[in-house]
């Protein structure tokens, strides 16, 4: 027994100790504590312990660490690497996918299976903007090739006009119906041209404060200007608007489209009237409806009347170029208004034109359609 442990636990002092056992040379652990009784010691108790048994578990830890740490990094890495490949996976599919599209070749798509997570929205949206590219490369060429067509037409017919007419000398009567025929397609190709000119147009359009237009006055004046139209085809035309109809636009361009829509009736109404009619609903929208008794449109046309240079007359027989509807589209829209169309087959058609009314300072923000190309 230590001397320093027994003579601490005589003034009633615990204490540790750790002494060498000198035949075996292990360290021993010594606890000495008095036995204290009347607060006199009465005794002294000790305990020792050898430290082999700790001193193993603490070798054998720190061998198990040694060998455990390099293989759970390892693993960690590995691991680490196959979740990383895993999940960007279908960004380098997007970025291989992206290097193959060009204008000519936008059908591709990533056809990702939907996940709820960042990566599988980004794949969505990438897919939705693929598909918007193309429908939209898709229509400018198809605009390309009809505006072709469209202008080939009365160029060749001008062209054989002028060969026929140079073969050989003429009559005055026959140059005056060459002048004339030549002047016919001149307005035609004038007519496609403020067409195209009018799309274009609104395909680089801006925002604009523009000015209080009385609706009311400008479908009336609208109805009078294409009478003596409907009257040579003794179709009744009539016009009931409220009074005081206003809608913040441009003037020209609101023209342009209700003489669209009442052209268009007008051309394919044999026989009965059109109704041309404006009201403001309970929630202050303009409604206007133009209405025939003409041939109607079948089903598989209505949506695609709107379309540029789209024709319900296969044969083409029907004067005009297939973009009044377009154009009244794009008007309808710059004005931030919708329209619609319906038809029964031999009943009639029935145009729909929906614009908000002014707002309470007298000014709305609408695109500007008749901006000047630069």
Request: charged fraction near 20%; hydrophobic fraction near 45%.
């Amino acid at each position: 027994m230590p001397a320093a442990a027994v003579s601490a636990a005589a003034q009633q002092q615990a204490t540790f100790a750790t002494l060498t056992d000198p035949k075996q040379g292990h360290a021993v652990r010594f606890y000495t504590a008095p036995i204290i009784e009347n607060n006199a010691v009465i005794g002294i108790v000790q305990v020792a312990q050898a430290r082999t048994t700790a001193q193993e578990t603490l070798s054998n830890l720190l061998t198990a660490l040694l060998v455990s740490l390099p293989l759970l990094v390892v693993a960690a890495g590995l691991g680490g690497y196959f979740l990383a490949a895993r999940a960007l996976a279908p960004i380098d599919q997007m970025t291989r996918i992206a290097r193959r599209i060009s204008a000519e070749n936008l059908s591709a798509r990533l056809n990702l299976p939907a996940t709820d997570d960042e990566v599988g929205r980004l794949a969505n949206t990438f897919d939705m903007m693929l598909a918007r590219l193309d429908e939209s490369f898709r229509r400018e060429r198809q605009f390309v090739a009809d505006a072709s067509h469209e202008l080939r037409t009365p160029l060749a017919a001008m062209q054989a006009i002028l060969s026929v007419i140079r073969e050989k000398r003429r009559t005055v009567e026959d140059y005056e119906q060459a002048m004339n025929d030549l002047t016919e397609e001149v307005v035609r190709l004038r007519g496609l041209a403020a067409n195209l000119l009018q799309l274009a147009r609104a395909d680089t359009q801006l925002a604009a404060v523009h000015e209080k237009v009385d609706l009311s006055n400008l479908l009336g004046d609208v109805t009078e200007s294409l009478r003596p139209l409907a009257d040579a085809k003794g179709l009744r035309l009539t016009c009931s608007t409220a009074e005081g109809l206003a809608v913040i636009g441009d003037s020209d361009n609101l023209i342009r489209l209700f003489v669209n829509l009442l052209d268009n009736a007008i051309k394919f109404t044999e026989h009965g009237s059109i109704t041309l009619a404006a009201i403001r609903d309970r929630a202050g929208t303009l409604k206007v409806t133009i209405a025939d008794t003409g041939v109607g449109v079948s089903p598989e046309h209505l949506p695609h009347l709107f379309d540029r240079f789209y024709r319900v007359d296969p044969s083409r027989t029907t004067p005009g170029s297939g973009l009044g509807l377009a154009i009244a589209q794009e008007i309808t829209r710059a004005h931030s208004g919708t329209i619609e169309v319906s038809s029964v087959m031999e009943q009639g058609t029935v145009f729909t034109v929906r614009l908000p009314g002014p707002s309470h300072d007298g000014e709305t923000k609408v695109r500007l359609l008749d901006r000047e190309l630069s």
